[in-house]
């Protein structure tokens, strides 16, 4: 069963970066797509952005659009998600999700296998 772990949150200043990181183990990585979610307090969980099991087909939500880059190195199991010019908005709990499917979608509903989530917060 894919076990997932994420890392790199934290407090940053608005306009600030982070670079969060998901790594997997406990199955075959290349075979599953990717998201990422958050979920800030009093709200749903919202779809960010994901990566097909290849690499090759990414998504982004329209507020991540420009701002977030999303990568997967499949050698080390690990998906990246780059986060520029961060808004006091992208406060939240982020987590990755895995899907055995080529292709991904923000849908959360759509995804599997679950990390323990990692806290972003930007404030100045």
């Known amino acids: 069963q894919l076990q997932l772990v994420e890392s790199g949150g934290g407090l940053v200043h608005p306009g600030g970066s982070l670079r969060l990181s998901c790594a997997a183990s406990?199955?075959?990585?290349?075979?599953?797509?990717i998201g990422w979610f958050r979920q800030a307090p009093g709200k749903e969980r919202e779809g960010v952005s994901c990566?097909?099991?290849?690499?090759?087909?990414?998504n982004y939500a329209d507020s991540a659009k420009g701002r977030f880059t999303i990568s997967r190195d499949n050698v080390k199991n690990t998906v990246s998600l780059q986060m520029d010019s961060l808004k006091p908005e992208d406060t939240g709990v982020y987590y990755c999700?895995?899907?055995?499917?080529?292709?991904?979608?923000?849908?959360?509903?759509?995804?599997?296998?679950w990390g323990q989530g990692t806290q972003v917060t930007v404030s100045s």
């Open positions: 990566i097909a099991s290849s690499g090759g087909s990414t």
């Open positions: 406990g199955g075959i990585f290349d075979f599953y797509a």
């Open positions: 999700a895995a899907v055995h499917v080529w292709l991904c979608g923000l849908g959360d509903s759509e995804y599997d296998y």
